[in-house]
């Protein structure tokens, strides 16, 4: 598993939606597949709704929580020495502002974060173990999955900012429940 090569990207310029969302590219596009990873729940709006566009949260291996930690270093390594994304802000309350894919529980359970899409232009494509199509499993935490992820970019609200990290596709492996008796 190759790690993300942070060498060669940059962060574009600010942009803001019709609606006052704030983004900044990651480019070139890039895009991160961190191996086999164990989904934690099912993929939800925060609101309980049946939208479209939610979060989708894994058990990340040793190896995986590693490398987006090293992005997300760079990342804020990077904001902290150009002054054209925070303005009369100093580089502790960057980092304090910033809000990591990498959560955890009060329990110690560790899990990132990401979006995804079920229907429309950028939904989730899902693939069997032979490569082929397949569609979107129901129970999603009942699945091995190997997400590719598109590193989008940086999204700013507020005074908060992180890493947005979208699910483009995911290779998944449906385990049948057998009974324990």
Same mark, same amino acid.
């Given at each position: 598993?190759?790690?993300?090569?942070?060498?060669?990207?940059?962060?574009?310029?600010?942009?803001?939606?019709?609606?006052?969302?704030?983004?900044?590219?990651?480019?070139?596009?890039?895009?991160?597949?961190?191996?086999?990873?164990?989904?934690?729940?099912?993929p939800k709006a925060?609101?309980?709704?049946?939208?479209?566009? =939610? @979060?989708?949260?894994?058990?990340?291996?040793?190896?995986?929580?590693?490398?987006?930690?090293?992005?997300?270093?760079?990342? !804020?390594?990077?904001?902290?020495?150009?002054?054209?994304?925070?303005?009369?802000?100093?580089?502790?309350?960057?980092?304090?502002?910033?809000?990591?894919?990498?959560? =955890?529980?009060?329990?110690?359970?560790?899990?990132?974060?990401?979006?995804?899409?079920?229907?429309?232009?950028?939904?989730?494509?899902?693939?069997?173990?032979?490569?082929?199509?397949?569609?979107?499993?129901?129970?999603?935490? @009942?699945?091995?999955?190997?997400?590719?992820?598109h590193i989008k970019?940086l999204w700013m609200?507020?005074?908060?900012?992180? !890493?947005?990290?979208? !699910?483009?596709?995911?290779?998944?492996?449906?385990?049948?429940?057998?009974?324990?008796?």
């Amino acid at each position: 598993m190759p790690a993300i090569e942070t060498s060669a990207l940059t962060i574009g310029d600010v942009s803001s939606s019709g609606k006052g969302a704030r983004t900044c590219p990651i480019l070139p596009a890039t895009l991160w597949s961190p191996g086999e990873l164990q989904v934690l729940w099912q993929p939800k709006a925060y609101d309980g709704s049946d939208a479209n566009r =939610v @979060s989708i949260s894994f058990q990340p291996t040793h190896a995986a929580e590693k490398e987006l930690l090293a992005l997300e270093a760079w990342v !804020l390594a990077t904001l902290t020495a150009d002054k054209r994304f925070f303005q009369d802000v100093t580089p502790a309350q960057i980092r304090e502002r910033f809000v990591s894919c990498l959560k =955890v529980s009060e329990k110690g359970l560790r899990s990132i974060r990401a979006k995804m899409n079920f229907t429309g232009r950028g939904a989730v494509r899902c693939w069997d173990q032979d490569r082929s199509p397949r569609p979107q499993p129901e129970d999603w935490p @009942s699945c091995s999955v190997t997400p590719r992820f598109h590193i989008k970019g940086l999204w700013m609200m507020s005074r908060d900012w992180g !890493l947005l990290i979208e !699910l483009t596709d995911a290779l998944v492996t449906e385990y049948s429940a057998e009974c324990p008796f």
